[in-house]
Each structure stands twice: as structure tokens, then as C-alpha cells.
């Protein structure tokens, strides 16, 4: 063989390696390994763990069968090489591994140890104090359980001989029995429970013995037998065994009221015994903590006769409508029980009670105003017949409300010098005061411009003026109890000065004026017309002269134009005359007096005024009538 043949030959050996390796191997060189992972590794009780088996990537798109291996015991097989523990349990805690085949070829993967934990332990109880345990001692039970992880809730429930005790929701794993008694003592023991329906574990029991700090008291009286009114008598509270060696008070008690303050005396010494000291009596022992009760007694007084009553009212005998009022009869002594009644006004019974004290108490509740009037209360017992107290008058003081002001004319504007009255009044109210205001400013009673009458609900303005003109309004205050004061406010009116109607007077009296002044005027000019009508022929000669001398005036020429009665309604202040007196001239000029003047400020009833104005005279033309010419025509009114 020639050297170029087996050079060929080499070459295509060469080739078919690159192309093996290129079909099987090539990833076995980058990444040959099959990788086995688990999350997670290390896993608790109960919870899921997902392992993976990783082929090499040139394997993705061949056909593939991975199977798992559990402490070299098959188990499963997929083919994507995914394996699920849905819940992990001690059984689970292996080691694990798994197995890749395609075609002919097997892969290995590596071994992955898997632990399953507990997710929390036992619960152990602890009692704090270790030590024995008195009465009235705070005694601390605590459950520890250790958890696998933080976020692992528990829930603790604690038994005390085999029955759940109450706890509070986050008291956690903490029970306190804040002051131990005998009837605590028992076996105790504590259950941890994981939330939302997990496990539980429950503690070893644990035995606790409350002991007795000091024995029950007793209570006995000195002298023994029958207790008689006005006779001393000794109580004394003993106590035979102190254990704990604690510091003891004593409380006497009767009928369940403290006789004095808790102190460390054993026996208590009564004032002389009344009637009303009869009842059933105790002591209290208290020491660490620990309260005891004593046996009881029960002491009974000689009965006495029952004394006159004395009825007050609370809290005072004046009480605003609303407030929580009630009657209180009392004795000074008297044997129990005693019957007690209470009156309003002379019979009308309203309440009785038998009791065992010495006052009785009638609620009346919230005050009304119909609760107004004189009670009175009575009593009486075995030995004494009903006796009677004086009566007390009770005052229901009812607060203001609602003022209104109502003024006493018709609209707001007001005419000069009338009289306004204004009347504030409220809806209720127990003698309520008025204040009266214009413009905010309180008004002062007894000016010489109003005055407010005797009960102050009534403002009387006498002559409304300028200065009344403003916006009125009314305060009511009255006053209850401790100086309460109840105040109320009107609304506001506002009142004006009505403006003089000068045009509608001066018209009203220009109507009788004009009507005189035509009278006179007619009658004027009737007469006047007699005398042109005799004088023609003078005048005519004498207006035809070429010389053209002018004629003298014989007589002054003037008309009235108006006149007025002096009636009661004519204003005062008005200009009422006006008198012009014109003398002719052949010049048509004239020469006149006038006269102005007011009018008399106290004029008679019956005077008339007459108003005169000037008239022009002016000389005819030739085709005039001279005799009939109107010389009224062209009147000038000043």
C-alpha cells in the first residue's frame, strides 16, 4: 500500500472519531454529570419536598427514563426527573439517588442525604416558685416547647387534673394564678399545639400543693346574751395558726358595712349599742394577699321608740326642671325595722317602705314641674305609733326658653312722637328678668325717653324720635341652682323714622284754598267789569291822544290765588302768604310790596290765610276789547 492510501485512510479515521464524539460525547466533555437536588434538604415533619433529577443539556430532546433511589432501593421512575414528598416523615430520611438511561447509555447521579426534623419538641412545664406555695402567692406556669423555625405558631392549652383551664387568647405559653387558694392545688400540665390543625404535644404532669397562710377567723362578742340600748359591747376576731408568718389587718363588718378602717387591733369596742347597731356582724382577716371571712353573729337590740322624722330633700329644695331629685326620711333613733310613708301636700301617699335603718330614701327622679309642692313623711315601729315630720316645699325653677319680641304697632316705621310699646315674652320659664338692648347696648330703665314696667317684660318708648331709631331685641335669663344662669335672646326688629308726606299736606290744604281763592277772585272780577264798563269812554279819550301822555293810575291792581284754612293737620313750619301789591303805569312798569312770613307757631282754628301774586299789567293794542281784556293771564306766583 502506497503511503498516499494510508494517509487517506488516516484521515477518515480521524473524521468518523470527531463525528462520534460530536453524536455521543460532546457533552460528556463540557458536562457529563446528572446531577440530584432536593428542596428542602433539610425538611421539617409535614412538609413537601420536591426533588429534581438534572440530566446533561444535550440529552433534552432524547428520549429519557430517570428512575430514584431511596438507601439504593428503587422507588419510582419519571421521565422528566421530577419526584415529590407531598409530606415528609421520618421514614423519609434517607439517603436518595437516581439512575439516567437512554438507549444503551446509563448516567449516575450523586447522593443527596434527605433529614426529616421534629417541627417542635416535647413541652416542658415550669412552675415559678419552685419553693412550696402559700396562700395569696402569685404562682407563674410556663410551657416551653422549642420550635424547629420562628415561623412555627403554637398554641398552648393548660390542664390542671386533666381539665383545660381558661387562659386568655395571646397569653401565649403563660398561665398566672395571681393569688393561690387551697382549691388550687392539683397536677398541671401543658399542651403545645401547632395552628391551623398541626400537631400537638402535651407535658410530663407536674404536681402543685398550695398551703395555708393562716387559719380561718373567728368572731365572738363580750358580754354574751341580750344587748339592750345605750349598753357597750367588745367584738374580737382571733385567728389560731399564721403559717406563712404574714402581717394580718382586721375589718369588722355589720351588715356587710365597715364599722372603721382595717388595722392590725383583733377586737373592736362599740359605741353604747342603739337600735340601730342590731344585725348580723363578721370579721375579715387580711394578710398576703389573702382575705378570710369569720363565722357571723347576729346582735339584736333592745327595740326603743321611734323618734320624731325630719324629711330633707337632695340635693337641695330648689332643683331645676330635669334634675334627678329625691326625698330622704330620717330618725335620730328608734327600734328596727321602721315603717316609713311619704306624702304630698296633706294625704296624698305617695311611697312606704319597712325598713331596717334609720332613713329611707324616695326617688323622685327627674324633676318636673308638676312635682312642685309640700311633702312630708311619717313613721313608726313596734313600740311607737305614725309620727310626722314637718312639711318642706320643694321649687321646681323651670329655665327660659324661647323669647319672642312682639311690638305693638303696625309695621316698623314709626311716626314721629308716637308711642312704641314692645313686649318680650318666652314660652317658659320661673321668673324670668328681662334686659332690654338697642343696637347690642343695654337700655337703662327710668330715662326720660322710656321706661320698663314692673315685671321688665314691657319696653314703653314715649315719643319715638331720631335717636329711638335702631334694632331692638329682648334677653329672659333666670336663675337655678349654684348660680346657674339660663339666658335666652328674641330675634332682632328693626324700627325707623317715618318721613314727613309735606306734598300730600301742602295738596290737602291747597284744595279749600283754591276754592276760596276762586270765590273771591269771581266776585272781583264781577265787580271789576262793572266799573271798566263806566269808565270806558274816559279811557278811550284819553288812549287816543297824540300826544301820547300817559294816564295816572287811580287805584293798585292785585289777585289772590290761594287761601287756607287753619286746620289741625297744616304744617307748621310752612311759608303761608305772599302779598304783592302792582300799581299800573302807562309804561307798563310796576311799583309793589310783598310781604313774607311764618306762620303763627299757636294760630286760631278759625283764621284764614290768603296767598296773593303779582299781576303784569300790560297796555292793549288797538284791536283789542279794553273793556273785556283778561288781566289774570299772565299771573307770576313767587
Not at 375589718?251 to 358595712?257: K, P, Q, S
Amino acid at each position: 500500500m502506497s503511503c498516499k492510501t494510508t494517509s487517506g485512510m488516516l484521515q477518515v479515521s480521524v473524521l468518523l472519531i470527531f463525528l462520534n464524539l460530536a453524536v455521543y460525547g460532546i457533552t460528556q466533555v463540557s458536562n457529563e454529570t446528572l446531577t440530584l437536588e432536593a428542596k428542602p434538604q433539610h425538611a421539617l415533619r409535614g412538609e413537601k419536598i420536591a426533588i429534581n433529577c438534572r440530566a446533561p443539556f444535550w440529552t433534552l430532546r432524547r428520549h429519557k427514563l430517570f428512575k430514584l433511589y431511596r438507601n439504593n432501593w428503587f422507588i419510582k421512575q419519571t421521565k422528566d426527573g421530577s419526584f415529590t414528598i407531598k409530606s415528609a416523615k421520618h421514614s423519609d430520611e434517607a439517603s436518595y439517588w437516581c439512575k439516567l438511561t437512554i438507549g444503551s447509555r446509563q448516567w449516575v447521579s450523586n447522593h443527596l442525604s434527605i433529614r426529616v426534623s421534629e417541627r417542635f419538641a416535647k413541652p416542658v412545664l415550669r412552675v415559678e416558685p419552685a419553693a412550696e406555695v402559700f396562700e395569696g402567692l402569685r404562682v407563674t406556669l410556663t410551657c416551653i416547647a422549642r420550635r424547629a423555625r420562628r415561623s412555627i405558631r403554637l398554641h398552648y392549652t393548660f390542664y390542671r387534673d386533666g381539665s383545660a383551664l381558661e387562659t386568655a387568647p395571646d397569653a401565649g405559653g403563660v398561665y398566672t394564678i395571681n393569688a393561690a387558694a387551697a382549691n388550687v392545688s392539683g397536677n398541671y400540665a401543658c399542651e403545645a399545639i401547632e395552628m391551623n390543625s398541626g400537631p400537638r404535644k402535651r407535658s410530663d404532669n407536674v404536681h402543685l400543693y398550695v398551703k395555708q397562710a393562716f387559719a380561718v377567723p373567728k368572731l365572738t362578742v363580750y358580754p354574751e346574751g341580750q344587748l339592750v340600748d345605750g349598753q357597750w359591747f367588745k367584738l374580737m376576731c382571733t385567728v389560731e395558726e399564721n403559717l406563712s408568718g404574714a402581717f394580718l389587718w382586721y375589718g369588722f363588718y355589720r351588715n356587710g358595712i365597715p364599722l372603721q378602717s382595717p388595722s392590725d387591733h383583733s377586737d373592736y369596742i362599740s359605741e353604747p349599742a342603739r337600735p340601730a347597731d342590731s344585725g348580723t356582724y363578721h370579721c375579715e382577716v387580711t394578710g398576703s394577699k389573702v382575705r378570710k371571712h369569720s363565722n357571723q353573729l347576729h346582735l339584736s337590740i333592745r327595740r326603743i321608740p321611734v323618734s320624731k322624722p325630719e324629711l330633707i330633700i337632695q340635693p337641695e329644695k330648689e332643683l331645676i326642671e330635669g334634675d334627678v331629685g329625691s326625698l330622704i326620711c330620717l330618725v335620730s333613733h328608734g327600734s328596727l325595722p321602721i315603717y316609713y310613708q311619704f306624702y304630698k301636700r296633706s294625704g296624698v301617699e305617695m311611697f312606704w317602705e319597712l325598713s331596717n335603718t334609720t332613713k329611707c330614701v324616695y326617688n323622685i327622679g327627674a324633676i318636673s314641674r308638676r312635682d312642685k309642692g309640700i311633702y312630708h313623711c311619717s313613721v313608726r315601729n313596734e313600740v311607737t305609733g305614725p309620727l310626722q315630720s314637718d312639711g318642706i316645699e320643694l321649687t321646681v325653677i323651670v329655665p327660659v326658653t324661647d323669647a319672642v319680641l312682639i311690638p305693638r304697632t303696625n309695621g316698623t316705621e314709626i311716626q314721629p312722637g308716637e308711642c312704641l310699646v314692645l313686649r318680650c315674652l318666652v314660652r317658659e320659664g320661673t321668673e324670668p328678668q328681662f334686659i332690654w338692648y338697642r343696637d347690642n347696648v343695654p337700655l337703662r330703665n327710668g330715662s326720660a325717653s322710656s321706661h320698663v314696667t314692673a315685671d321688665g317684660g314691657e319696653l314703653v318708648i314715649h315719643s319715638f324720635r331720631r335717636d329711638s331709631v335702631g334694632r331692638y331685641h329682648c334677653a329672659a335669663i333666670n336663675t337655678g341652682t349654684d348660680g346657674t344662669i339660663f339666658n335666652v335672646t328674641s330675634d332682632y326688629i328693626e324700627f325707623t323714622l317715618r318721613a314727613r308726606s309735606y306734598s300730600t299736606e301742602i295738596m290737602a290744604s291747597l284744595v279749600p284754598v283754591l276754592l276760596f281763592a276762586g270765590l273771591i277772585a269771581l266776585a272781583w272780577f264781577i265787580h271789576r267789569r262793572g266799573h271798566t264798563a263806566n269808565s270806558s269812554t274816559v279811557s278811550q279819550a284819553k288812549r287816543s291822544q297824540a300826544s301820547g301822555e300817559a294816564a295816572a293810575a287811580s287805584n293798585l291792581e292785585y289777585a289772590v290765588i290761594g287761601a287756607a284754612h287753619n286746620a289741625e293737620n297744616t304744617t307748621a313750619d310752612l311759608d303761608y302768604s305772599v302779598v304783592t301789591f302792582k300799581k299800573r303805569t302807562d309804561a307798563g312798569s310796576s311799583v309793589g310790596v310783598s310781604s313774607n312770613r311764618k306762620k303763627d307757631p299757636n294760630p286760631d282754628p278759625d283764621d284764614y290765610y290768603i296767598t296773593y301774586a303779582t299781576l303784569k299789567y300790560s297796555e292793549p293794542s288797538e284791536g283789542e276789547d279794553r273793556a273785556d281784556g283778561n288781566i289774570y293771564e299772565n299771573i307770576l306766583l313767587n
